[in-house]
């Protein structure tokens, strides 16, 4: 038994899909609603600076540079971003910066694919009348469930167009998805698995899949294992009901999750393969991670908590995950370890996006590639990730041997007499530029999330940015080590009063490093502005000794921690081979899912 039987998870959906208050929340007033107006993005993004998003990026998580969409993103400022022209005024949760420093630059979304307010897209209606009724409805007193929700305007406040579905299968709309649009996956069989059925019938449905098992069930939908039929290639589809998202106004939600996997491309991060409509379902087809998550890999550890150095890899790794995030301007709002997944590989995916808020980004190059540059020397100390400055075993052609870049640091294996001087070094690699995209002006006044990883600032109703997904990284880690959270309360409303007033304690056992407690330390300061990160993002965290050693380039390219047993397939029980039968089976099964919220266990699967 684990992690979707835990009571976190448990009370969670139960409370989440009812909406009933729980009797401690009714006299709890932390927050109180406010519209906060929104400042413009400074313009301009000198074309240095995109070439230096792409290397960042490229540095950090491979061959992202490539990435048309990301490079699309990256544009000239043109103010786009600066307005929100269709908005609603009464939307709490659009979310601008400001720049930071003198070289201010703005990375504008692309126009198309972000643009604001676009209110001839017939989603946009959706969005503002979901989100005012939300709003109306939650402004006051907060609803108290055990992952707290109380306003969805966040999810209206910045609008994509639905242009951007690269990977749609609706038939309403006549682009399709190609790797192309995603180059990490370039590879993928997947992708043309999908694409040869594409070819052969056209749009993709539910009949053209194999719902083999179901793996869980969130607040807005089921997701099953399926294979698309015939080609051995799996996935893990999300089947949500359409009436039930409307009816519970979770329609925002549903679409923001989804035009986020659109806009991802990362190894950290899920790949949305397609998505399509039937009449009664909306369905996202990802990539399936049969490792579970990494609440219920906690679980099994001994003392039900990972060694540190399996802790420093996985949260290495979701700290390039939320990196991105952030450049892309997407504050994610919903970590902790039930959204963490284990790929085949041992490595993770961060999953859930329905709670995250969007927001414009305004990345500011801080320091320069040019190795001649001044403010290189001067700050030298901001040279967050020399890549692989030594000859190193690390510099691979591909994956295939595990490496020691998740050893010691490059750097460690020479005394300090014998290594070059730095601006030696900087003659034989260039540096990494340094390049802050943190939304940390954006706000939003939305209370979403989990009661033991709420950021104090969520809590008290005081606007809060991309600082929180810093306070929920620091819960997070603190969990992973310790097997517990720091300021768990007797109940929901316990909790909550711990957050915004206890100091933060250490358990004697484990014994963790001091570095591992510092690093909480910083990040689990009370006042998002102090908070580690909140200027530079995760560059500063980073930089911090808990991941020296930590090649932050090559993370993908290091053994995990565990490596999950391959999945039989074929030993798993076909079922009804119609598509009305499995329609027929979603049907049913969702319908049973909702009467057992939460209740599912994701080991304990049931077959159809
Ligand atoms: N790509 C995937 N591969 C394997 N299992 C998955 C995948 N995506 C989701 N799951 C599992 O399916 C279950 C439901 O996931 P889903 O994202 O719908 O809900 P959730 O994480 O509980 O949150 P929410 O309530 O916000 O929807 C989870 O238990 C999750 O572990």
């Not at 075993?393 to 295939?400: F, K, L, N």
Request: glycine fraction near 6%; include cysteine; aromatic fraction near 8%.
């Amino acid at each position: 038994m684990d992690s979707k039987t835990s009571s976190r998870s448990f009370s969670k959906q139960q409370q989440k899909t009812s909406g009933i208050q729980t009797p401690e929340a009714k006299d709890l007033k932390f927050s109180s609603l406010s519209i906060h107006k929104t400042s413009k993005p400074e313009p301009a993004a000198p074309e240095d600076l995109s070439r230096s998003v792409q290397n960042t990026l490229k540095q950090n998580i491979g061959d992202i540079s490539e990435s048309k969409k990301f490079n699309a993103s990256i544009q000239k400022g043109s103010g786009a971003s600066s307005s929100a022209p269709g908005k609603a005024s009464g939307e709490v949760d659009c979310a601008v910066n400001e720049n930071i420093g003198s070289q201010g630059s703005s990375i504008d979304q692309d126009k198309k694919t972000w643009e604001y307010g676009s209110v001839k897209n017939s989603s946009v209606s959706a969005k503002a009348s979901d989100g005012a009724s939300s709003l109306g409805k939650t402004s006051g007193s907060a609803k108290i469930s055990d992952r707290a929700d109380f306003v969805e305007s966040g999810k209206s406040s910045i609008c994509r167009g639905s242009t951007s579905s690269d990977v749609s299968d609706e038939s309403t709309c006549s682009s399709f998805s190609s790797s192309v649009n995603k180059p990490h996956k370039a590879n993928d069989m997947r992708w043309e698995a999908i694409q040869v059925v594409r070819t052969r019938d056209g749009a993709l449905g539910l009949g053209h899949f194999r719902l083999l098992k179901r793996l869980g069930c969130g607040d807005i939908g089921s997701v099953y294992l399926s294979e698309l039929s015939g080609t051995k290639c799996y996935f893990a589809m999300k089947v949500m009901d359409k009436g039930s998202l409307a009816s519970r106004k979770k329609l925002l939600r549903a679409q923001t999750e989804r035009e986020i996997l659109q806009s991802l491309d990362h190894p950290f991060l899920p790949t949305l393969y397609t998505h399509f409509e039937t009449e009664k379902f909306s369905c996202l087809v990802m990539e399936f991670c049969p490792g579970g998550d990494l609440h219920t890999l906690r679980q099994k550890q001994p003392g039900k908590h990972f060694p540190e150095q399996a802790v420093k890899f996985y949260v290495a790794e979701v700290l390039l995950a939320m990196e991105y995030l952030h450049m892309l301007g997407i504050v994610y709002r919903d970590l902790k370890p039930e959204n963490v997944l284990v790929r085949d590989d041992g490595h993770i995916m961060l999953s859930d996006f329905d709670l995250s808020l969007r927001c414009a980004v305004s990345p500011t190059l801080v320091k320069s590639s040019s190795i001649d540059s001044e403010p290189l020397r001067k700050n030298s100390v901001y040279c967050a990730q020399p890549a692989c400055i030594e000859p190193p075993s690390c510099i691979q052609p591909s994956c295939v041997a595990p490496t020691s870049c998740f050893s010691p640091r490059l750097f460690s294996s020479k005394s300090k007499k014998d290594r070059k001087p730095k601006t030696e070094l900087g003659n034989q690699v260039s540096p990494l530029p340094e390049l802050i995209a943190e939304p940390t002006d954006a706000r939003s006044m939305s209370f979403v999330g989990t009661h033991e990883y709420l950021a104090p600032e969520i809590i008290k109703g005081e606007g809060h940015g991309s600082a929180v997904d810093w306070w929920t990284y620091g819960i997070f880690l603190y969990e992973l080590l310790f097997g517990k959270t720091p300021f768990k309360g007797s109940g929901n409303r316990a909790t909550l009063f711990n957050v915004v007033g206890q100091p933060l304690r250490f358990p004697e056992a484990p014994v963790v490093s001091f570095a591992a407690r510092d690093l909480i330390r910083g990040l689990l300061v009370k006042e998002p502005q102090h908070r580690l990160a909140y200027k530079r993002g995760a560059t500063e965290i980073k930089q911090h000794p808990f991941f020296e050693g930590v090649n932050w380039a090559l993370i993908r390219c290091a053994t995990p921690p565990e490596i999950p047993k391959p999945v039989e397939f074929e030993k798993i029980p076909s079922p009804a081979p119609s598509s009305a039968g499995e329609k027929a089976v979603v049907n049913n099964h969702m319908s049973t899912a909702s009467n057992q919220k939460g209740s599912d266990n994701y080991l304990e699967f049931d077959f159809f």
